[in-house]
């Protein structure tokens, strides 16, 4: 079963994608497919344009895309949640699709969830060890390396905590169908599920590696920018001083965003040189956590979507 909105175009050779609920989602190019399993045992297939945030030739350039694109990946990947909530309960197709407005206020919260998870707890945490006398002020070295330290413990405990709960668990399975269909496609073996049930479930240009490479950056340029933002205002009070730091932090996640998406197209692109593997391997070390190794019918599912995305010939 499908339903196109878009007319034949010829898709680029690299893809990426997205484990959503009982299905994946793959993009390739400027639109993206959805693969669903329905309680019914069918797999529905719907083809999308790709929402895009970045087409003036400005937000294209290398070290400013990155931002928009984490945007846009954002919004294409929440509307594809929800579509594949809706048909994975047997939801009537367009049943409760997202609005805008409701699109907004998902991004916000969901930005919300995030920034306070992984930028402002992680400060008042390091403001914690400050104040029992084992870090120097914000601007120190120490205060950034336990800022660094919790923000690295966050993050790998959410993983690991969400990873226990079965749903969970189902869609991290997608997320391994996912990996193991692109590298089956980008090494020249089609769609076959024979093929694919062999390849890795790791992937070099996962989303996960690009979170992990966001907080390293993040930590490296707050080390850097926020004594040379001290040097130019510095607050007498500490409480404001600690609010004002924590503002520019989470305003710094636009450079720190745009320079990471460069590291992980460049790791993605040359994934055999030595250099690469290094900085690939924390990020495929946390795919261990992020992936389950998937059964066939899984990867049925995204080699379904995958095959749409690439040829929309195929979506039926």
Request: with cysteine; glycine share 6%.
């Amino acid at each position: 079963m499908k339903r196109s909105l878009l007319p034949t175009v010829v898709a680029a050779p690299t893809v990426g994608g997205q484990a959503v609920i009982e299905g994946v989602m793959m993009r390739a190019k400027d639109r993206l497919a959805i693969a669903v399993r329905k309680p019914d045992g069918e797999i529905l297939v719907e083809l999308r344009p790709w929402f895009s945030l970045s087409n003036a030739p400005i937000l294209r350039k290398p070290f400013v895309r990155g931002f928009p694109v984490l945007l846009e990946t954002l919004v294409n990947g929440i509307k594809a949640l929800n579509f594949s909530a809706m048909q994975s309960v047997d939801g009537e197709d367009g049943e409760s699709e997202l609005t805008s407005w409701h699109l907004v206020l998902t991004m916000t919260v969901a930005l919300g969830v995030a920034l306070g998870l992984f930028v402002v707890l992680p400060h008042f945490l390091s403001a914690f060890m400050q104040w029992v006398g084992l870090a120097g002020d914000v601007e120190s070295v120490s205060f950034n390396a336990w800022d660094g330290l919790f923000k690295m413990l966050v993050f790998v405990g959410y993983i690991a905590a969400i990873s226990l709960v079965p749903d969970i668990r189902r869609v991290f399975q997608y997320h391994g169908a996912e990996h193991k269909a692109i590298w089956t496609f980008e090494s020249g073996g089609g769609f076959s599920v024979d093929k694919a049930r062999s390849k890795s479930r790791l992937h070099p240009r996962c989303g996960t590696s690009f979170l992990l490479f966001v907080l390293a950056v993040s930590i490296m340029l707050h080390t850097i920018l926020v004594p040379l933002l001290l040097e130019l205002y510095r607050p007498e009070s500490t409480v404001v001083k600690h609010v004002f730091v924590v503002a520019a932090k989470l305003l710094f996640m636009v450079p720190v965003s745009c320079v990471a998406y460069e590291m992980i197209r460049f790791a993605g692109k040359f994934n055999t040189n030595i250099f690469c593997r290094v900085l690939c391997w924390p990020g495929l070390a946390l795919q261990m956590l992020t992936t389950k190794e998937p059964d066939d019918s899984q990867i049925e599912v995204a080699m379904a979507a995958l095959k749409c995305a690439v040829r929309e010939e195929a979506c039926s």
